[in-house]
């Protein structure tokens, strides 16, 4: 079972909790200057490291060159958000070690030789940066990695220097965002060194209402300080999100709610961005309790992705994606 | 069990047939400027005419005076097209005879003494004609009515001067109307004297792509020409309309069909123009067989009127009406 599947604390206004750790080992130039023989020494140091540790969590790791992955299985983990797009397209010599939930991810030889991420259901910061944290264990037992007293962890680019801590989290806010008061939100979060961006990234509308925020300072900051943060920015969002959810309209909100639920249920066509947004507004009416659906909307999200479409049901035009789509939605529903 | 439950030749395309005839008494002036005496003898000598004769169809027939039909009832029956607003405003004196389906109507003290209606679902023009003329029939056998060798049945209005005639098709057609030749469809139709309004009158956009059609000439023409006419113009929009189906993107159709079948099914909150345009939509798919559901759109749109909701379910506001509505719709299409 994919992590997305799985449930989590407040999984209906909170998707995802990301926590990423930057690497490098020390003596070895950064991935952009690398050959091919110093690929096969980063990803034969950190194989060994990871998966000959006795730490519990080794166990469930595999060891997968990128060259293995075929290009649409690759393009489908770009989809799931396990790999980056610029790692899915520079694959040669580079590798992977992955979890059978994909909640670990390891990739080796993207813009650090090392990328430790960890991606739970719902608010769940301090479990995935303690997941996170017994890999960095397993990787600095019997790695030397480089690291300056200083400036901590050294990174690739500038602005990772110090914990090569990237903590995020996924948000439903549909409520929240149409508010007044979101805006100011956004302003005084990015005072404390934290932005907020919609799903495809930074100036864009959000997609369906759904907004990351992650910090922007990773030197003179703490790990705990800057996961302690977020958690208390998630929760006063989730807390507004709920608290708007309570003075709607009810009958408006099972309206919204319900006219995505019988689309999804009937429509025959759906685009990609359709789908978010019909994805969004049952959402909101499962989290507001309007409709009863035991169901994650956004795990859907994945299922309706053009090359995890193409992946089940083979190579197709945009146009008949769309009717895939449509048939793959309803079919989850029925 | 209401005539426009029924089923009837092409009601797919055709909603429903419909024939009027005008006539007045000889001898008493129009219902403009009749008094409380007049209005009683036109009633009376109608009432006899029509309850007393030995015809068949006379069996089935009720008189009833427009006082004791509650308001809310008279406001329902314009909503089936069985009254004018006008004849429900200015109810006093006046009657009705009726038959049980609603099929058969007289209106006694509209525009002229005597309006009678035949409505039937579908094309039937010859079989609603031969209804009209069994109870024009009726009454010119027992009743003095005023007619000159001339110029024929006399009429309070000019335009119905002659045969006193309308004959009238209410069509669907939402592919027609689209297409590129339709306005000149309708200049043709002109031509040779009939007309092609919008659901709610001449000029106006039609509501859900319902177009009438109806004869403008009643003098120096026949009863059967003008019927045979109109039977041959709507065989035509039958035909091109059922073209334009099979040329039409299957799945384009169906998605739009479904979508409307998913959203009368699960929306909590519907408006009047709301639930035309979305009948409208699931007809189509039904018309052309892309969708297989046993129901006549149109005749759900009767349920959904303001009155005949608020005569169900009792006074409401408009925003109250919107949710009933929808709850009505849902439980039909269940």
Redesign the interface.
Known sequence: MSWYDRKGPNDDIVVSTRIRLARNLRGIPFPAKMNKEQFEKVNNIVKEAVLNSSAPIAKGLKFIKMEDIPANERACMVERHIISPAFAENYQNRAIIISSDESISIMLGEEDHIRIQIILPGLQLEKAYEIASLVDDMLCEKADIAFHKELGFLTECPTNLGTGLRASVMMHLPLSSESGNFKSFIDSASKIGYTVRGLYGEGTKATAYLYQISNQITLGISEKSVIENLKVIAENLIKNEKELQSKIDK??L??IS??A?????????ISSSEMMQLLSNLSVGISAGVIEKDIKPFALFIEGQPHTLMKKYGEMTAADRD?KR?GVLRDVLK
Chains 1, 2 share one sequence.
């Open positions: 009958t408006k099972e309206d319900m006219r639920l019988g689309t999804l249920k009937y429509a025959r066509i009717i449509a």
